[in-house]
Structure formats: structure tokens, C-alpha cells
């Protein structure tokens, strides 16, 4: 893969953080990029999914945690701009 794609998908990662959160830095852009993947491939390999949970009950717990603090800071960023 070549730099220049690396760099724009980058700049498109940076633009839906900060659209989503309101703000974007390097660890929030990776809980993005994680949050987004895990919310595909929980809907489109579902078993996959499901056994990575179940062989990883600690990682589970670590995603559900994510996936919370991307909804409620979502919801905060949403509620900052009305």
C-alpha cells in the first residue's frame, strides 16, 4: 500500500473523529478505527465474533467499555452543538 493512500484514509479517519467526537487525536482516532472495525465484523462474521468473546472474555469487556465511551461522548458532542 502506498504512503499517499495511507496519508489520505488518515485524514479521512481524523475528519470522522472529529465529526463523531468532536475532537480528534491519535488515541481517540484509534478507538474510532477500532469501534468502526468491531462493529462491522460483529455484523458481518458474527460467529467470528462471537468466539473471539468467548476465547477473550477480558477483551470483550475492554470493546464494550469502548464502544461506550465512543456513544456517550457522541452523545455529548451532539448535545454541544444544539
Not at 481524523?14 to 488515541?27: H, I, P, S, W
Not at 472495525?37 to 469487556?61: I, R
Request: proline share 2%; glycine share 4%; aromatic share 8%.
Amino acid at each position: 500500500m502506498d504512503q499517499k493512500l495511507r496519508d489520505q484514509f488518515d485524514g479521512l479517519l481524523t475528519k470522522y473523529t472529529e465529526l463523531l467526537l468532536g475532537e480528534a487525536d491519535e488515541d481517540l482516532k484509534e478507538k474510532v478505527q477500532m469501534w468502526a472495525l468491531y462493529t462491522y465484523m460483529s455484523k458481518s462474521m458474527a460467529p467470528l465474533v462471537k468466539h473471539w468473546n468467548d476465547e477473550y472474555p477480558d477483551a470483550k469487556e475492554g470493546m464494550k467499555e469502548l464502544i461506550s465511551e465512543i456513544k456517550e461522548r457522541n452523545e455529548q458532542h451532539r448535545k454541544d452543538q444544539q
